[in-house]
């Protein structure tokens, strides 16, 4: 095994960050993300849509006055985990097929596509954790 295999196996990292329930927050969100992720030397897609998408729904769906949504990113060995934590746990997400015309919609399929697996722990209330993870692959040796 090389030392970048031993490495992604064996390492814990972790990302907090708390942000405005806003579209600017939203934004703010992946941008961090993708930072974050760039410093770890890990790809960028698909955790950045992963976490575009969970920010957004925090912004449109868990937004409350006066209280922030919290991104965290963590990897432990070869998964890395998007965590989205709001304040409304009385709005569970659900995945919806829309209309076929609908501008809308469709985040929560883009996150069942592209994520090995994604759930929603329910926290003390009101909070609730949307979360969704990917398999990392170590990089290929170069030669």
Do not use: C, I
Not at 65 to 92: N, S
Request: hydrophobic content about 40%; glycine content about 6%.
């Amino acid at each position: 095994m090389n030392q970048k295999s031993a490495e992604l196996t064996s390492s814990v990292r972790n990302f907090s960050v708390q942000l405005a329930p806003t579209p600017r927050g939203a934004r703010l969100a992946r941008l961090l993300a993708t930072e974050q992720l760039r410093s770890w030397g890990l790809p960028l897609d698909p955790a950045r849509h992963l976490v575009a998408e969970l920010a957004a729904n925090a912004a449109d769906h868990g937004r409350v006055a006066g209280r922030d949504f919290r991104l965290t990113l963590y990897v432990v060995g070869d998964t890395l985990r998007v965590e989205v934590t709001d304040t409304r746990g009385e709005r569970l997400p659900e995945v919806r097929t829309p209309a076929p015309d609908a501008e809308s919609g469709r985040g929560l399929l883009l996150v069942e596509a592209l994520a090995h697996r994604w759930g929603v722990t329910e926290e003390r209330f009101p909070r609730k954790t949307v979360w969704a993870e990917l398999r990392l692959t170590p990089p290929e040796p170069a030669f």
